[in-house]
C-alpha cells in the first residue's frame, strides 16, 4: 500500500513536468507511506513519477520505487499487492527472468515486458500502477478488478496527472477545480460520489478493472478486463456442477492469500458472520497468532448495537491475541478535523474504518483484514429480500409508466411533509430492480435535488450522471432477482462508498485494510454457485471454518456496524441553528459532511 503520482506531458506544446509540483503531490500523500519516497523526471523533462511508501511486501530499500528495469527501459510507480506474486516470479524465472529483489513491484515490471499491457489478467490482488514504457513512448495506467485502490487522473489535453487521491492531484495546483454538477449532485443522491465522477470537472477515476494507455501523440486507448455484471450474466447462462466443499476451498485460499506480506497481518474483528468467518479460516492457519481488534461506542453499551461483547466471544473461541478499544463522543469530536482532511471524497460513511484503523495502528499493525463483502455477494442486505419483492408486486405498473410518475407529482410534497419523500415514487421506481434498488439507497431523490443543489446545477447534475440508464445498464444482462441485487450492490454501494472508504479511512493511518472476500479468484469461482439452484447465503459462509462459530453469534439478528457519529454532529449543527431538524439522520449528516469537505483545504 502506497501512493503514486505521475505526470505526463504528452502535447507538443506542453510544459516539462514541474519537478516541485510532482513532489507537492507525491508528499501530501505521506501518510499513506510514511516507510520511504522516491521520485524520477525523464532525462526529456516529459515524464516524472513520484512514490510514497508503506512497506509490506520486501522491506528492503532494494524495493524502493519508483523502480526501472535492468535496461531502463520500464519504469513503474505501483500501490497495492499482487498476491500470487511468488508464484508469477517462479514462472518468470523459469523462462529466464532474474530478479534482484523480492517484491511484488519488481514480478510487474517483468510481467509487462513480457505480457504487455496483458498482464493483469494475470494477476491478483489490489492495485492501481503508472508504468512508463520508453521504447514504445507511452504510460500504461491500471486499476484492479474491483477498484479496491484508487486511482485519479486529470487530462487537460496537453498533459496527464494521476495520483491515489483527489487532494493530491489539488495539492499540485495544477488542476481545473471546476465543481462537477454530476459528482454534486451523485453525493446527495448516493452518499458518495460515484464513480467516474469526483466534486471537481477535471478529475474522474479510471475505473476499475481497466487499463489506459496514453501515447506520446495524445492517443488513448482503454481496455476493460474484468466486468462483474458479465462474469454474473456469464455463469447464469453456463452455471454448471457444484462440487460440495468448493465454497470453503474458495475462502480458505484467498484468506491464505490475503496473509501474504512480510510484516504482521490483523483482522478486524465485528459482531458480524463475514468478520468472524475470515477470522476462524484464519485461526486455522494462524492459530494463536493472530491477532483481532474490535471497536465499540460507549452509546451503545449494553444493547444490541453493542459489537465488543460478540467479538469477544469469537475471539476467545478461535484464541486470538485480541484487542477491544471503545470510542466516546469526545473522540469523535476531537478527531473530526482529521477525518475531514483524510476523507479524500466526501462519504457518509467510514467514519467507523477511521477508528478501528486508529486502533489498528495503534495497537502496532501495519495490515489488517476487512469482512467487506460477505454481504454483496452471500445476500446480507435487506434489499436482496426487498427490491425483488417490490418488483414483483408493482410489475403490472410498467406498463402504465404514466401513473407512477403522476402519482409522484402528485403526492412529493405531501410525502415529504408527513413520511418520506421514497414513497411518492413507489409507482415509478418500483418496476425493475435498478430503480427500485435506487429507491432504496437514495438519500435524496432525483426529483428533490433542485432544492438541495440549485434547480440549474441539479438539471446538469442529474443529465450527466444518467443514473436511472447507468443502473439498468449494471442489471440488464442478468435475469437472476438475486444476482442483479449483487451486481448493484457490488459495483455501486461497494465499489464507489465501502472499498473507497476503507482506503481512506486506513492510510489515514498508514495502515492497509485488504478485504479476502472481494477477490477476482474468489469472485470467478463463486459465481457459478451465485447462479446455481441454490445459492450460499450467510449460512453457508459461517458454516465454513472446520471450528463453528459461536452459537451466540449465529443467532444474533443483523444489525450492521451501526454508528452514532451522525446524531453526534447533527444535534451540535441544529443546536447551533445551521441543521434542518427534518433531517437528522444520513441526509442532516450528507448536507454536514459536503459543508465541512468544501470548507477544508
Not at 121 to 145: E, I, S, V
Not at 264 to 274: H, M, Q
Not at 502 to 527: C, F, K, N, Q, Y
Request: charged residues 25%.
Amino acid at each position: 500500500m502506497c501512493g503514486i503520482n505521475a505526470i505526463f506531458a504528452y502535447g507538443a506544446d506542453a510544459v516539462p513536468v514541474d519537478t516541485a509540483e510532482l513532489l507537492r503531490v507525491r508528499d501530501s500523500m505521506t501518510a499513506r507511506g510514511p516507510d520511504g519516497c522516491g521520485d524520477w523526471v525523464s532525462p526529456d523533462g516529459r515524464v516524472g513519477l513520484g512514490h510514497r511508501r508503506l512497506a509490506i511486501i520486501d522491506l528492503d530499500d532494494r524495493a524502493l520505487q519508483p523502480m526501472a528495469s535492468p535496461d531502463g527501459r520500464l519504469r513503474i510507480v505501483f500501490n497495492g499487492e499482487i498476491y500470487n506474486f511468488r508464484a508469477l516470479r517462479s514462472e518468470l524465472e523459469a523462462q529466464g527472468a532474474r530478479f534482484v529483489t523480492t517484491s511484488d513491484t519488481e514480478v510487474l515490471l517483468r510481467l509487462y515486458a513480457r505480457d504487455g499491457a496483458s498482464m493483469v489478467d494475470r494477476l491478483r490482488g489490489m492495485y492501481a500502477f503508472a508504468l512508463w514504457d520508453d521504447a514504445k513512448r507511452g504510460m500504461l495506467l491500471a486499476r484492479d478488478p474491483f477498484g479496491i485502490k484508487p486511482l485519479y487522473i486529470a487530462d487537460d489535453g496537453h498533459t496527464l496527472r494521476a495520483a491515489s487521491q483527489v487532494k493530491a492531484l489539488l495539492a499540485g495546483n495544477g488542476i481545473d477545480t471546476a465543481p462537477s454538477a454530476a459528482g454534486i449532485a451523485g453525493f446527495f443522491l448516493l452518499g458518495y460520489v460515484p464513480e467516474p465522477f469526483t466534486l471537481y470537472k477535471g478529475i474522474t477515476s479510471v475505473p476499475a478493472g481497466s487499463t489506459l494507455w496514453i501515447g506520446a501523440d495524445g492517443s488513448r486507448r482503454e481496455r476493460r478486463f474484468f466486468d462483474l455484471t458479465r462474469l454474473l450474466a456469464d455463469a447464469e447462462r453456463s452455471p454448471g456442477a457444484v462440487a460440495p466443499g468448493r465454497l470453503r476451498t474458495l475462502l480458505s485460499d484467498s484468506v491464505a492469500d490475503h496473509f501474504v506480506a512480510d510484516v504482521e497481518v490483523g483482522v478486524f474483528l465485528s459482531a458480524g458472520i463475514d468478520s468472524a468467518t475470515i477470522t476462524a479460516l484464519a485461526a486455522e492457519r494462524r492459530g494463536s497468532r493472530l491477532r483481532t481488534v474490535t471497536l465499540g461506542f460507549d452509546e451503545y453499551r449494553g444493547t444490541s448495537f453493542d459489537e465488543p461483547p460478540f467479538a469477544e466471544t469469537v475471539a476467545s473461541a478461535y484464541g486470538t491475541r485480541h484487542e477491544t478499544r471503545r470510542v466516546r463522543r469526545a473522540d469523535f469530536e476531537a478527531e473530526f478535523p482529521r477525518i475531514i482532511a483524510a476523507m479524500d471524497q466526501p462519504s457518509i460513511d467510514g467514519v467507523n474504518t477511521y477508528f478501528v484503523s486508529k486502533v489498528a495502528a495503534e495497537a502496532g499493525l501495519k495490515v489488517a483484514l476487512s469482512g467487506l463483502g460477505g454481504d454483496e455477494f452471500f445476500a446480507g442486505y435487506a434489499s436482496f429480500a426487498q427490491v425483488p419483492s417490490l418488483v414483483r408486486k408493482l410489475a403490472p405498473f410498467a406498463a402504465v409508466p404514466w401513473f407512477g410518475r403522476g402519482f409522484r407529482a402528485a403526492t412529493a410534497t405531501l410525502s415529504r411533509r408527513f413520511t418520506s419523500p421514497k414513497y411518492a415514487g413507489v409507482f415509478e421506481y418500483g418496476t425493475r430492480a435498478s430503480d427500485a434498488w435506487l429507491l432504496r439507497r437514495a438519500l435524496f431523490m432525483p426529483w428533490e435535488m433542485g432544492s438541495v443543489i440549485g434547480a440549474d446545477m441539479a438539471r446538469e447534475g442529474l443529465r450527466e450522471l444518467a443514473i436511472r440508464d447507468r443502473l439498468a445498464a449494471t442489471e440488464a444482462p442478468i435475469r437472476s432477482p438475486r444476482l442483479k441485487v449483487t451486481a448493484l450492490e457490488a459495483g455501486w454501494y461497494m465499489q464507489s462508498q465501502l472499498l473507497r472508504d476503507s482506503d481512506w479511512a486506513g492510510m489515514a493511518h498508514s495502515l492497509e485494510i485488504r478485504v479476502p472476500l472481494v477477490d477476482v479468484t474468489l469472485a470467478t469461482g463463486l459465481a457459478p454457485l451465485l447462479a446455481s439452484a441454490s445459492p450460499p447465503g450467510k449460512r453457508d459462509l459461517a458454516a465454513t471454518p472446520e471450528k463453528p462459530l459461536p452459537r451466540a453469534l449465529l443467532e444474533r439478528p443483523k444489525t450492521g456496524f451501526v454508528v452514532p457519529v451522525r446524531e453526534w454532529f447533527t444535534e451540535g449543527l441544529m443546536r447551533a441553528g445551521m441543521a434542518d431538524p427534518r433531517e437528522r439522520g444520513f441526509r442532516g449528516w450528507a448536507r454536514a459532511v459536503m459543508a465541512a469537505h468544501r470548507s477544508t483545504p
